[in-house]
């Protein structure tokens, strides 16, 4: 499939560091991004879809790094159905697994949480809500878990493993099991600040220091945060990313994001929601903790959009949250809203008013071209003027 955006009035391209491109067309094929820049007669003739952005603002898909999917698009902790495919009309369309923890009566024994791992990233392997991608089964660290257990699980296709529901005697008690895993190629995450539900425990930045994870999960709180002096701690004095979240707490939330601003570790910085959980469904999750930080700090909202994007694959190896060639084309239109005192998106997230999400394309097929169900909508008016396609998108 060859698809083209037109007509762009801003890209932003996932990176904080080079956070704008001068293209003003896009040109995505079989999935990928194939080029930025500019189109001809011949690229518009050859294209099975264009879309004209109308002067709008271009960026990727914005990953959540901490989505509590069980199987299918359910939620048993909110007892929702479509939950992911309504995230991907909140511009979310990468969704990583926060571990499969709210699977009723998930099983606890070490037999029991390779299966589970490998049977929902098995489920999710195919399986796209909504257009979006699924990193599911995120293997959950019980005592007795080994190397050998994480080799296997590995050579299954998990890559995912989370630190916190364990039945340890203390958190510390997770740090061998950590260290086993990423020397088995897995990606680490601890649930950190106090306890969230029944089972887990109070995780701080002494213990998170003692388990060195790559991923520092909702560290300003999911719900509750941790103690004050441990944020300086896990910032200054370790390599491991820091993870808010919407569902935590805000202050801390804008705190992390200063310090990581002002010491230029910005890269470590990663935005997602901790959703679906006793906080609720919250398909705008990514926008909201965005235009807070956007309006409430002095930081540039095209940087917070790198931290929902490019900093996110860049700490989780994947080959999205970038606009450039060779990268998986998932791709929004961002709007600035109707009604709204902004020209643009970038502005309104800066004056704190969430952008309208115009049109989101993801594995290069267009999943809805207009305006999203979820957010307001845009004042541009964003449409396709070309498609060949049938029933791929409204």
Same mark, same amino acid.
């Given at each position: 499939m060859y698809g083209i955006i037109?007509?762009?009035g801003c890209v932003v391209t996932g990176s904080w560091k080079r956070p704008f491109s001068d293209a003003e067309a896009l040109? =995505?094929?079989?999935?990928?991004?194939? !080029?930025?820049?500019?189109?001809?007669?011949?690229?518009?003739? !050859?294209?099975?879809?264009?879309?004209d952005a109308n002067g709008a603002t271009v960026c990727p898909g914005f990953i959540d790094s901490q989505v509590h999917n069980t199987f299918?698009?359910?939620?048993?902790?909110?007892?929702?159905?479509?939950?992911l495919e309504s995230y991907v009309h909140?511009?979310?369309?990468?969704?990583?697994?926060?571990?499969?923890?709210?699977?009723?009566? +998930?099983?606890?024994?070490?037999?029991?949480?390779?299966?589970?791992?490998?049977?929902?990233?098995? =489920?999710?392997?195919?399986? !796209?809500?909504?257009?979006?991608?699924?990193?599911?089964?995120s293997v959950i660290l019980e005592p007795g878990i080994e190397y050998e257990d994480f080799?296997?699980?590995?050579?299954?296709g998990v890559w995912l493993a989370k630190a916190g529901f364990g039945a340890v005697n203390t958190p510390?008690?997770?740090?061998?099991?950590?260290?086993?895993? +990423? !020397?088995?190629?897995?990606?680490?995450?601890?649930?950190?600040?106090?306890?969230?539900?029944?089972?887990?425990?109070?995780?701080?930045g002494e213990h998170l220091i003692a388990m060195n994870p790559h991923v520092s999960f909702h560290i300003n709180g999911g719900p509750?945060?941790?103690?004050?002096?441990?944020?300086?701690?896990i910032a200054l004095h370790s390599d491991i990313a820091m993870q808010v979240c919407t569902a935590g707490n805000l202050r801390t939330m804008i705190r992390l994001a200063k310090m990581s601003v002002e010491n230029d570790i910005f890269h470590r910085y990663l935005i997602a929601t901790d959703t679906p959980t006793g906080s609720g469904i919250m398909p705008l999750g990514m926008i909201y903790s965005m235009i807070y930080l956007a309006s409430l700090t002095d930081i540039p909202p095209e940087?917070?959009?790198?931290?929902?994007?490019g900093n996110v694959a860049d700490i989780y190896n994947l080959n999205c949250g970038y606009l450039e060639a060779g990268k998986d084309a998932d791709i929004l239109i961002l709007d600035a809203p109707l009604g709204g005192v902004a020209r643009t998106a970038l502005e309104a997230m800066k004056h704190g008013d969430p952008p309208a999400v115009a049109a989101v394309i993801t594995d290069g097929v267009p999943r809805f071209v207009g305006k999203s169900r979820n957010t307001p909508a845009p004042m541009r008016e964003i449409k396709t003027v070309k498609s060949k396609l049938i029933n791929y998108f409204c």
């Open positions: 037109q007509n762009i040109v =995505c094929e079989n999935g990928k991004i194939v !080029r930025l820049g500019s189109v001809d007669a011949a690229d518009l003739d !050859r294209a099975d879809y264009v879309v299918g698009d359910y939620t048993p902790r909110q007892k929702t159905v479509g939950f909140g511009g979310t369309t990468t969704a990583i697994s926060a571990s499969e923890v709210h699977v009723p009566g +998930r099983p606890k024994d070490v037999e029991g949480v390779k299966a589970l791992a490998v049977a929902a990233h098995k =489920c999710f392997e195919h399986y !796209r809500p909504g257009g979006m991608r699924v990193h599911a089964g080799v296997e699980i590995h050579k299954k510390f008690d997770y740090a061998p099991m950590v260290k086993a895993a +990423r !020397r088995a190629g897995l990606i680490t995450t601890v649930h950190t600040g106090g306890a969230s539900i029944p089972g887990s425990s109070a995780i701080t509750v945060a941790m103690p004050e002096a441990d944020f300086e701690l940087w917070l959009i790198s931290a929902s994007t």
